[in-house]
């Protein structure tokens, strides 16, 4: 890859250096060009565009080591705790039959459970996840979206971030609000009680700490892409 000059330095990434409005523009434009291809995206996007997800409020990010690890992330610096009791997940917009969902509501759909490395687009990745949850399709299904709807937008009841997927992504069988992930109920930081997991996707497309599920016609680009982030999140291999 040529035309931007890589940010390589990922400690003091970590550390919150900011990085050079210029070589995100450059990098951002070598891929508008079509220059990078495949893993050269992904490694280009990894480099620039880290450091704008390690500008953590938490702070959190730095303390973690890297490796086969999660990193906490979130793009608040607080985010309000619901517990199984008083979580909810609103599904709206265009569809015929809007629904208000519980904890226990989830658990009362068809459940369903695999196994699936999840890929932070910034370049760390944790191998062998176990998830557990509810195939979106099933709440789609559920939903009855309207002949208009083409997109969906996810919110967080952490007020700010939002994700976005074409229904026909949204469909895939490894997308699922997910109950359980690591073997065990969604912890808070990870996204708990409940959160999204795309398991062909980069981990920005996993909504945490779900709240609201919106078709749309149109697509809305969500809280990374209005930050450069690709608009499709789906890995390629
Ligand atoms: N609400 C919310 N969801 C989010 C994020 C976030 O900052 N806020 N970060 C995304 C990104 S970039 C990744 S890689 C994963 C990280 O999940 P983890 O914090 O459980 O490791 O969450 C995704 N979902
Ligand atoms: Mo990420």
């Known amino acids: 890859m040529t035309g931007a000059s890589p940010v390589d330095d990922h400690r003091s990434s970590a550390l919150g250096a900011p990085v050079g409005r ?3 523009l450059g990098v951002l434009a070598a891929g508008a060009a079509g ?13 620039v565009l880290g450091p704008l997800e390690a500008r953590d409020p938490t702070g959190l990010l730095a303390l973690f080591p890297l490796g086969d690890t999660f990193r906490f992330y979130s793009v608040t610096g607080s985010v309000p705790r619901r517990t199984a009791a008083t979580y909810r997940l609103s599904v709206s917009g265009l569809v015929a039959q809007p629904a ?3 904890v226990a509501d989830l658990k009362a759909l068809p459940q369903t459970t695999f196994v699936r490395d ?3 687009v910034t370049g760390w990745r944790v191998p062998e996840v176990h998830w557990a949850g509810v195939q979106l399709s099933e709440v789609l299904d559920r939903a ?10 996810f919110r967080s009841f952490d007020g700010t ?12 069988p490894d997308v699922i609000v997910a109950l359980q992930m690591l073997g065990k109920p969604v912890t808070h930081d990870h996204g708990g009680p409940v959160r999204m997991y795309a398991g062909s996707m980069y981990g920005y497309k996993s909504t945490k700490w779900l709240s609201g599920i919106e078709l749309l016609d149109h697509a809305e680009p969500g ?8 608009l499709n999140g789906i890995i390629q291999k």
């Open 22 to 24: 210029r070589i995100v």
């Open 161 to 172: 971030y939002t994700e976005n997927m074409t229904l026909e992504q949204a469909r895939r």
């Open 144 to 153: 009855q979206p309207l002949a208009s709807a083409t997109a969906i937008r």
């Open 100 to 102: 208000v969902y519980t």
């Open 118 to 120: 999840f890929h932070c």
């Open 223 to 230: 809280y990374w892409e209005t930050r450069g982030y690709p």
């Open 35 to 47: 220059v990078l291809s495949g893993d050269a995206v992904s490694n280009a996007l990894a480099r």
